[in-house]
C-alpha cells in the first residue's frame, strides 16, 4: 500500500509513504486534540480522505484549496491532496473575505476545506479506504501559492512535483533532519512551515501542531514535547525573547530555530542568540524558489562576518549575480540575484508574458540585489526596484537599515526613496524605537552619515510605532513610504501601489 509507484517519478507524497513502511508505530504528529497520532494512523486517515476527494473530483491535477488554522485535519487534508493526485492551493484564514476571494477566482479549486468538522466527517466516512494511485509526471503542478513580495500585487507561483521534491531534499540534507526530531509547527502551515512537513516525516521525525503562536504556548510545546526544531518568522521570534514567559522556559532540547520571511537586524539575531541559544539557523528563498536557496546552519550564524548573510547555496540551486544586462559578475559585485535549477518554480499560472520575464535562459531573476563573496556566502542589499538613486549614486537600503539597526534604540527600521527636486530621491527612515528608549532623528542621521557617509545618510527619519507588513511577515518598505509619503509623491516614483 505504501511506497514509490512502480517505474515512476518519485512523487512527494512517497516521501511520507517511505516512513510508514519503514516504522508505521513511531509517532508521526505530538500535541493535536488527537493526542498522539502514529505513521499508520496518519496514513489510514490520509488515505480515507484521499478517498473523499477523489469522490468529489475525480480528475487528477485538479486542485484543492485549504483554509484551515495549524491543526491536525489541516495538516491531513494537505497530504490528502498530495495522496490523490491534487494540486493544493493554500488559503490563509488570516486573509480578508475579499483576498480569497481573488485567490480563489485565480487558482479555481474545485474542492474548498475550511471546516475541521467536515474533514472529520469525510475520513469517517472513506475510512479503510485507500485512494486509486495516480501516476504525474514531475513536471506537473503540486503547489500553487501565492508569492508575498515587498511590492506589487501577489502572484499564483506554479511549483512543480519536482520543485517540492527538490525543496524537501535541500531542507532534509542542509540541516541534517533526524528520526528524533521534532518539529514545532506555529508559523502558519499556509506560509513557510509548510516547508517543513514532508523533509520531517521522510526522516521519521515528529510534528506538533500549535494554533495559537504567542509565546506561553510556544514555551509549553517545547517543554512538553521536547521540541527540536521550529521555523519561524522573525516576529514570533521577537516575541518570545520580549516574552516574561522566557525566564521559565525550558529551552535544552532546541537545536534548530531557523528563520526566514524577513531579514534579522545583526543585534536581534545576538538577542535571540543569548535568550534561545546558539541555535539560530537561516534560509532564504522566494515563493518561485521555495525557502532553500541559500542557508545557514548556528555554527555559521555565530561568526561576526556573517550576521548579515543568508548563507551559502544549498544543494538544489546554481546562484548567481548578474548586471542589468544579464551579464554575470565576479565575487563581491553588487546586482540581482539569480537562481537556476530544479528549485525553480514551473511559473505564473495563466501569465506567461510575466514568466517568461521571470525565467530568462533557464534562470530566475529574483528582483533582489545581493553580492557573493569569496567565501560563497551571499548578502541581500534590497529589492532592484527599491534601490534609491540620489545626486547620481546608487543606495542600497539594506546597508542603511544594517547601519541603523546598529544603534541601541533602534528596534527596527526601513529605508526607501522619496522623490526629491535636487537630489532625484532622498534617503528617508522609518524607526520603531525601543521600548523605554529615546533618540532624535537628528542624532540617527548623525549616525548613519559617520559609518556610510552624507550621501546615504538619510534626510529625513519618521518615528513610527510599527512597520507594516505583507503576509508573509516581512516589512514592505513599499507599504511604510505610502504610508507616511503623499500620495502624488509616491506615485511619481514609481507607479506603484501598496502591497
Not at 239 to 255: G, N, P, Q, V, Y
Not at 317 to 346: H, K, R, Y
Not at 383 to 412: C, M, Q, W
Not at 442 to 469: C, M, N, Q, T
Amino acid at each position: 500500500m505504501w511506497g514509490p509507484l512502480e517505474g515512476a517519478a518519485l512523487q512527494p507524497i512517497e516521501r511520507f509513504y517511505l516512513s510508514v513502511a519503514r516504522n508505521p508505530d513511531a509517532v508521526a504528529v505530538a500535541g493535536s486534540a488527537r493526542g498522539a497520532v502514529t505513521y499508520g494512523q496518519l496514513a489510514r486517515e490520509t488515505a480515507a480522505l484521499a478517498c473523499a476527494f477523489q469522490e468529489l473530483d475525480a480528475g487528477a491535477g485538479s486542485r484543492v484549496g485549504i483554509s484551515l488554522a495549524n491543526n491536525y485535519e489541516h495538516l491531513v487534508a494537505l497530504l490528502a491532496t498530495y495522496a490523490a493526485g491534487k494540486v493544493w492551493v493554500p488559503l490563509s484564514p488570516r486573509n480578508a473575505r475579499a483576498e480569497l476571494d481573488a485567490m480563489i477566482a485565480a487558482t479555481r479549486p474545485s474542492i474548498l476545506v475550511d471546516d475541521p468538522a467536515k474533514v472529520r466527517a469525510m475520513i469517517a466516512g472513506c475510512a479503510g479506504r485507500v485512494p486509486t494511485a495516480v501516476e504525474r509526471d514531475a513536471e506537473d503542478a503540486q503547489i500553487i501559492k501565492f508569492s508575498g513580495g515587498s511590492t506589487g500585487t501577489p502572484k499564483p507561483v506554479v511549483q512543480s512535483q519536482r520543485c517540492v521534491n527538490a525543496q524537501a531534499d535541500g531542507l532534509r540534507d542542509f540541516f541534517a533532519f533526524r528520526a528524533d526530531d521534532v518539529n514545532l509547527i506555529a508559523a502558519p502551515l499556509t506560509h513557510g512551515a509548510s516547508c517543513f512537513v514532508l523533509p520531517i516525516l521522510e526522516v521519521g521525525g515528529t510534528h506538533v501542531l500549535v494554533e495559537t503562536a504567542n509565546p506561553t504556548v510556544v514555551f509549553d510545546a517545547i517543554a512538553a514535547h521536547g521540541v527540536t526544531t521550529m521555523y519561524a518568522p522573525p516576529t514570533l521570534l521577537y516575541s518570545m525573547i520580549e516574552s516574561d514567559e522566557l525566564t521559565r522556559a525550558h529551552l535544552s532540547s532546541l537545536r534548530h530555530v531557523i528563520y526566514s520571511a524577513a531579514p534579522m537586524p545583526p543585534q536581534r539575531i545576538r538577542d535571540c542568540q543569548r535568550a534561545l541559544g546558539p541555535v539560530i539557523e537561516t534560509a532564504y528563498g522566494q515563493v518561485e524558489a521555495p525557502q532553500i536557496i541559500t542557508a545557514m546552519r548556528a555554527h555559521e550564524l555565530v561568526l561576526d562576518e556573517n550576521l548579515t548573510s543568508v548563507g551559502r547555496a544549498s544543494s538544489v540551486v546554481n546562484i548567481g549575480i548578474v548586471s542589468a544586462d544579464g551579464a554575470l559578475l565576479p565575487t563581491g559585485e553588487i546586482g540581482e540575484i539569480v537562481v537556476s535549477g530544479p528549485l525553480l518554480m514551473t511559473g505564473y499560472l495563466d501569465r506567461d508574458d510575466e514568466t517568461a520575464r521571470a525565467i530568462v535562459d533557464g534562470w530566475l531573476r529574483t528582483g533582489d540585489l545581493g553580492m557573493i563573496d569569496d567565501r560563497g556566502y551571499l548578502f541581500i542589499r534590497g529589492r532592484l526596484r527599491e534601490v534609491i538613486n540620489t545626486g547620481g549614486f546608487k543606495v542600497y537600503p539594506a546597508d542603511v537599515e544594517a547601519s541603523l539597526a546598529k544603534h541601541r534604540a533602534v528596534e527596527e527600521c526601513a529605508v526607501f526613496g522619496v522623490p526629491d527636486p535636487k537630489w532625484g530621491e532622498a534617503v528617508n527612515a522609518a524607526v520603531v524605537r525601543r521600548s523605554g528608549m529615546s533618540v532624535e532623528a537628528e542624532s540617527l542621521i548623525a549616525w548613519v552619515k559617520a559609518e556610510l557617509g552624507s550621501v546615504k545618510a538619510p534626510k529625513r527619519v519618521y518615528f513610527v510605532d510599527h512597520l507594516e507588513r505583507n503576509a508573509a511577515g516581512k516589512v514592505s518598505r513599499a507599504t511604510v513610504r505610502h504610508s507616511l509619503i503623499p500620495k502624488t509623491l509616491t506615485e511619481k516614483r514609481t507607479g506603484e501601489r501598496p502591497s
